[in-house]
T-cell receptor, first 110, second 115 residues
Framework: AQRVTQPEKLLSVFKGAPVELKCNYSYSGSPELFWYVQYSRQRLQLLLRHISRESIKGFTADLNKGETSFHLKKPFAQEEDSAMYYCALSSPPGTYKYIFGTGTRLKVLA | GAGVSQSPSNKVTEKGKDVELRCDPISGHTALYWYRQSLGQGLEFLIYFQGNSAPDKSGLPSDRFSAERTGGSVSTLTIQRTQQEDSAVYLC?????????????FGDGTRLSIL
């Protein structure tokens, strides 16, 4: 069965420190993976998707099929990065289901 | 429209009452999703629509939950005989095409509180 695991509920880092939010997935095919972010009092929004290989707000995520991971990274955290981050797996064609992780709350301390 | 719109934004009701939650997706988006977000539980998939049909209802927690979509646009999620465990934020999302690899656009959600 498809599954997305985000092992950390809360991650606190100091401003300027590197950040890595962990995401592991369980899926037998070729995964389509996403990171979504929810800032305080804002709606959940797409941060990035692995297929586009882009960097958004300084964040990047690399798909590692060997380790079945899609960790989100940023070299220098900013206070405005404090938010809830969700990793998501798009299901195979025909089922249309998204599977979200339980989320990691990132707190960037001044 | 400018984005996915959900109403009401907050709903407080007594246990045993029925509630109806509404989602208005982005114009032209054919796919529509409902999720439930409970404290510490992440996002729980409930149901998906492609047009007016729901190919996957497997996430609906019980037969008290139902959803429909009309005109390929607005969707309503109905919870009958509400229970306290139904308290959560109900999120709606839409995407331009259904399924594999498509990003989703979320509404602000409806916060449902069952007394």
């Amino acid at each position: 069965a498809q599954r997305v695991t985000q092992p950390e509920k809360l991650l606190s880092v100091f401003k300027g420190a590197p950040v890595e939010l962990k995401c592991n997935y369980s899926y037998s095919g070729s995964p389509e993976l996403f990171w979504y972010v929810q800032y305080s009092r804002q709606r959940l929004q797409l941060l990035l998707r692995h297929i586009s290989r882009e960097s958004i707000k300084g964040f990047t995520a690399d798909l590692n099929k060997g380790e079945t991971s899609f960790h989100l990274k940023k070299p220098f955290a900013q206070e405005e990065d404090s938010a809830m981050y969700y990793c998501a797996l798009s299901s195979p064609p025909g089922t249309y289901k998204y599977i979200f992780g339980t989320g990691t709350r990132l707190k960037v301390l001044a | 429209g400018a984005g996915v719109s959900q109403s009401p934004s907050n709903k407080v009701t007594e246990k045993g009452k029925d509630v109806e939650l509404r989602c208005d997706p982005i114009s032209g988006h054919t796919a529509l999703y409902w999720y439930r977000q409970s404290l510490g539980q992440g996002l729980e998939f409930l149901i998906y629509f492609q047009g007016n049909s729901a190919p996957d209802k497997s996430g609906l927690p019980s037969d008290r939950f139902s959803a429909e979509r009309t005109g390929g646009s607005v969707s309503t999620l109905t919870i009958q005989r509400t229970q306290q465990e139904d308290s959560a934020v109900y999120l709606c999302a839409s995407s331009s095409q259904g399924g594999y690899g498509q990003p989703q656009h979320f509404g602000d959600g409806t916060r449902l509180s069952i007394l």
